[in-house]
């Protein structure tokens, strides 16, 4: 009988190991692959992005007792002029950017060495050749340019991008009535309640999650340009964008919107305005992420901050600059995916804050 038993317990864990091993050799193969089709993925998921927060609006139409295909066309031409208006801004601000991009690096460099006279006049050892190797202004504002262009890129597939995006919204009408049949064939084959209810469940924690983490980061955006505006930095709106895509990564996005923005007021302004400015954004940011956006979303669906560094790192990895701009929306989904099943509950805690 021990033996029988201590058989079983050996083949269990030969079978668990197995199995494993079996789960982490799919995942290296799953990520090779999309790593080869990032250029299909980023606009599919983009799309996919895009219609999740577009169609809360088409549910609330045809609530009011809009037609369908009325409610329809009115959240299409939304999602055009997003789009549009996120192309010309980008369109108008990028390119006298990037054109300017070698002054501002001048300059910067120029302050630099102006910080280590005035240190050195201090009697405060520097190393100027070991402080312009690490603080290379042309690093700094060269990854803005390449952050800037890699979002242009991608928006210059934005006819790919918005006929995805319409199909996807137009399949979402029926998509109620497909849950509802993989509910009811579920019923037929278990009686697990909570089982049944798992995919509403998941899609509207999803939807919950993305809307107000949507709504956040428009206001974040439009208090980022309005302020930058008044202080008379150049392409606030620019920078109003950027805060906006950012600010869907917790705390080092809002770090990542805030360092060109910064650089740019301390060539334009000096050194008390860019003070301002930084305090301004520490600010908006504290209350943003402290206040607002827990009172609405809940502790339950935070991330950890290691999760997020690392998932800022895979993404961007695995997709490039709009991998980087969906690391956590991404991860959020697999949290709350791990979260919705008892066997890989364990993995959505370890990735909870």
Same mark, same amino acid.
């Given at each position: 009988?021990?033996?029988?038993?201590?058989?079983?317990?050996?083949?269990?864990?030969?079978?668990?190991?197995?199995?494993?091993?079996?789960?982490?050799?799919?995942?290296?193969?799953?990520?090779?692959?999309?790593? #080869?089709? #990032?250029?299909?993925?980023?606009?599919?998921?983009?799309?996919?992005?895009?219609? /999740?927060?577009?169609?809360?609006?088409?549910?609330?139409?045809?609530?009011?007792?809009?037609?369908?295909?009325?409610?329809?066309?009115?959240?299409?031409?939304?999602? /055009?002029? !997003?789009?549009?208006?996120?192309?010309?801004?980008?369109?108008?601000?990028?390119?006298?950017?990037?054109?300017?991009?070698?002054?501002?690096?001048?300059?910067?460099?120029?302050?630099?060495?102006?910080?280590? #006279?005035?240190?050195?006049?201090?009697?405060?050892?520097?190393?100027?050749?070991? /402080?312009?190797?690490?603080?290379?202004?042309? =690093?700094?504002?060269?990854?803005?340019?390449?952050?800037?262009?890699?979002?242009?890129?991608? =928006?210059?597939?934005?006819?790919?991008?918005?006929?995805?995006?319409?199909?996807?919204?137009?399949?979402?009408?029926?998509? @109620?009535?497909?849950?509802?049949?993989?509910?009811?064939?579920?019923?037929?084959?278990?009686?697990?309640?909570?089982?049944?209810?798992?995919?509403?469940?998941?899609?509207?924690?999803?939807?919950? +999650?993305?809307?107000?983490?949507?709504?956040?980061?428009?206001?974040?955006?439009?208090?980022?340009?309005?302020?930058?505006?008044?202080?008379?930095?150049? +392409?606030?709106?620019?920078?109003?964008?950027?805060?906006?895509?950012?600010?869907?990564?917790?705390?080092?996005?809002?770090?990542?919107?805030?360092?060109?923005?910064? =650089?740019?007021?301390?060539? #334009?302004?000096?050194?008390?305005?860019?003070?301002?400015?930084?305090?301004? +954004?520490?600010?908006?940011?504290?209350?943003?992420?402290?206040?607002?956006?827990?009172? +609405?979303?809940?502790?339950?669906?935070?991330?950890?901050?290691?999760?997020?560094?690392?998932?800022?790192?895979?993404?961007?990895?695995?997709?490039? @600059?709009?991998?980087?701009?969906?690391?956590?929306?991404?991860?959020?989904?697999?949290?709350?995916? !791990?979260?919705?099943?008892?066997?890989?509950?364990?993995?959505?805690?370890?990735?909870? @804050?």
């Amino acid at each position: 009988m021990n033996n029988n038993e201590n058989n079983a317990a050996v083949e269990s864990q030969t079978s668990g190991m197995f199995h494993f091993l079996l789960g982490l050799a799919a995942f290296v193969v799953i990520v090779a692959g999309m790593h #080869q089709a #990032q250029t299909i993925i980023v606009p599919f998921l983009l799309s996919v992005f895009i219609a /999740i927060i577009s169609t809360p609006v088409l549910f609330f139409l045809e609530k009011r007792g809009v037609p369908k295909l009325v409610s329809f066309l009115i959240v299409l031409l939304g999602v /055009i002029v !997003c789009i549009a208006g996120i192309v010309l801004v980008i369109g108008a601000s990028a390119s006298s950017f990037m054109k300017n991009l070698p002054e501002y690096q001048e300059k910067l460099n120029d302050l630099l060495i102006s910080a280590i #006279q005035w240190a050195r006049a201090h009697k405060i050892p520097v190393s100027q050749s070991k /402080i312009l190797e690490n603080l290379d202004p042309a =690093l700094l504002m060269g990854w803005v340019g390449s952050l800037i262009g890699g979002i242009g890129a991608m =928006l210059s597939k934005g006819l790919l991008i918005f006929i995805t995006t319409a199909f996807i919204i137009f399949e979402t009408s029926t998509f @109620p009535d497909k849950v509802e049949k993989f509910r009811l064939k579920k019923s037929e084959d278990d009686e697990d309640e909570p089982v049944k209810r798992k995919p509403n469940v998941f899609i509207t924690k999803i939807k919950h +999650y993305l809307a107000i983490k949507t709504a956040t980061s428009l206001l974040t955006a439009v208090l980022v340009a309005v302020g930058l505006l008044a202080v008379g930095v150049d +392409y606030p709106f620019l920078w109003g964008l950027l805060a906006f895509f950012l600010n869907f990564i917790p705390s080092i996005g809002a770090i990542l919107a805030a360092i060109p923005v910064l =650089l740019l007021t301390l060539i #334009q302004f000096g050194v008390w305005t860019t003070l301002w400015v930084g305090v301004g +954004y520490t600010a908006l940011n504290i209350f943003i992420g402290n206040f607002v956006e827990p009172n +609405y979303m809940g502790k339950e669906l935070g991330l950890s901050p290691l999760v997020v560094f690392l998932s800022l790192v895979f993404w961007g990895w695995l997709l490039g @600059p709009i991998g980087m701009l969906l690391s956590v929306p991404l991860t959020m989904t697999a949290k709350i995916a !791990c979260d919705s099943r008892k066997e890989t509950k364990w993995i959505g805690v370890l990735l909870g @804050p």
